[in-house]
């Protein structure tokens, strides 16, 4: 199947670039480009590509107020040369599936947007120390995770999500099949109000075990 990807960036020779890129691939295949936040949203709206790859500062709309505009439309991976932070942080909590630096190489890029395509997360090994950190810190202080509400297959599959499995590794450790799991994965994180896998990993990071 293939994977069709927006790109969004206000520079026309980064577009380029990653389109360049992309497009070398028989399994990916480019199906708009972007120079603004607005023209983003309403470019995905329209083609309802699989993947979008978001830049963070982008005029009109940034890229992560565009994230969040685009949750449920499309899975965003924000591809960014800035690891400020507020655009990590911010950028996660909007919703998107995965964070990546514009230094990444070519077969990373590659690699992160079939990542995220089959519905996995993905963060730059460059931020997630702090990230996990300051996310984990954060837990106890909120409670509107009802983890309660979880039946006990999808708290195995949140553990296992914690742990940075993919839903391949999922199925294979659980015994079930892949369609299943991304129905768990669907169902969990509609239960906890969390808007991405992402999200989801850092929460089960944070929870003491007998949680």
Known sequence: MTIRVLVADDHAAVRAGIVLILDGHGDIEVVGQAADGE???????????????????????????????????????????????EYV????????????????DADALVDAVRVVARGDGLISPAVTRRLISAFATAVPEREPYDL????????????????????????AELDM?????KTHVSR??????????????????GLPPEA
């Open 39 to 85: 023209r983003a949203v309403a470019m995905a709206r329209e083609l309802r590509p699989d993947v979008v790859l978001m830049d963070v500062r982008m005029p009109k709309l940034d890229g992560v107020s565009a994230t969040r505009e685009l949750s449920g439309v499309a899975d965003v991976l924000i591809l960014t040369t800035f690891d400020i932070d």
């Open 148 to 171: 309660g509400s979880l039946t006990p297959r999808e708290r195995q599959v949140l553990t296992c999500i914690g742990r940075g499995l993919s839903n391949a590794e999922i199925s």
């Open 177 to 181: 099949a892949e369609a299943t799991t």
């Open 188 to 205: 969990l994180l509609g239960k906890l109000g969390l808007r991405s896998r992402v999200q989801a990993a850092i929460l089960a990071r």
């Open 89 to 104: 942080f911010g950028a996660l909590r909007a919703g998107a599936a995965g964070f990546l630096l514009k230094n990444t």
